[in-house]
């Protein structure tokens, strides 16, 4: 996987954090975990621009997520929190979908030939911060 390959992984892995939690933070009433994902909706944000602003350095374009799995991520995120928009439900999804992107974040690391050590010390911050924000959300199950 090269740097362009690599840039983009991250890239999309914040959009669809961003898509997740714009759909759900507005269905989450209870105050205390609505914070913690505006708090991490705001770390998806400024990744996708310290990923963009990094590879417009190389001339290249960020690529989005296909706008059929921002659809369905939206549709999916939606449904569940209708049927329980309880602090402890939008947690479980919430840490169940960083896990996820967790996992396929860290296999692009394992396996990229990116040499950028300044784009992969950013994905590793990116993986920190995710991290935190599952340990945030844990008291909240």
């Known amino acids: 996987m090269n740097y362009k390959q690599f840039q983009n ?3 999309r892995n914040a959009s669809m954090g961003v898509t997740a ?3 759900m933070i507005p269905m989450v009433s209870d105050s205390n975990v609505k914070n913690l994902l505006i ?3 705001n770390g998806y944000k400024a990744q996708k621009e ?3 602003g990094q590879m417009k350095q190389h001339n290249l374009i960020p690529e989005e997520p296909p706008l059929m799995t921002q659809l369905m991520t939206r549709a999916s995120v939606a449904y569940r929190m209708k049927r329980d928009s309880s602090a402890g ?3 479980k ?3 169940k979908g960083t896990n996820t992107g967790i996992i396929e974040l860290t296999e692009k690391l394992n396996h990229t030939s990116c040499s950028s050590p300044e784009a992969i010390q950013s ?3 990116y993986l920190r911060r995710e991290q935190k924000n599952i340990e945030g959300l844990k ?3």
């Open 93 to 95: 999804m919430v840490i």
């Open 50 to 52: 310290i990923t963009a």
């Open 9 to 11: 992984s991250v890239y």
């Open 123 to 125: 994905a590793k911050e």
């Open 139 to 141: 008291p909240y199950l």
């Open 39 to 41: 708090k991490q909706y």
């Open 89 to 91: 439900n939008a947690a």
């Open 21 to 23: 939690l714009k759909t």
